[in-house]
Nanobody, 124 residues
Framework: QVHLVESGGGLVQPGGSLRLSCTAS????????MAWFRQAPGKERESVAV????????SYADSVEGRFTISRDNAAQTVDLEMSNLNPEDTAVYYC?????????????????WGRGTQVTVSS
């Protein structure tokens, strides 16, 4: 079992930056890809960024490409999401997720473990 806890959410002005962090506990070595998802009110959950176990493979949603950066530290059991040039459309609850399947599949939403989420609000 793996437990994920997100942190770093908050209120930020348009054009600002924010860094989200996800800390994992439990059988961390059992998981491979990790990802950040988000869900805005009235909208479906969407994948934001995905990273492989090694960190060599990364994938981003078109809407955040060039503005968001996902990274992970396996020794610290963390995965971070650095967000810059934020706009109101980025407002959502952001979730950390992890999956055990070693297959690289950035399109999937089939993840084994999910955090409870952290709210990000972009507003002036």
């Amino acid at each position: 079992q793996v437990h994920l806890v997100e942190s770093g959410g908050g209120l930020v002005q348009p054009g600002g930056s924010l860094r989200l962090s996800c800390t994992a506990s439990g059988k961390f070595n059992s998981i491979n890809s990790m990802a950040w998802f988000r869900q805005a009110p009235g909208k479906e959950r969407e994948s934001v960024a995905v990273i492989s176990w090694s960190g060599m493979l990364r994938s981003y949603a078109d809407s955040v490409e060039g503005r968001f950066t996902i990274s992970r530290d396996n020794a610290a059991q963390t995965v971070d999401l650095e967000m810059s040039n934020l706009n109101p459309e980025d407002t959502a609850v952001y979730y950390c997720a992890a999956r055990s399947d070693p297959t690289w599949n950035p399109e999937t939403q089939s993840y084994d473990y999910w955090g409870r989420g952290t709210q990000v609000t972009v507003s002036s």
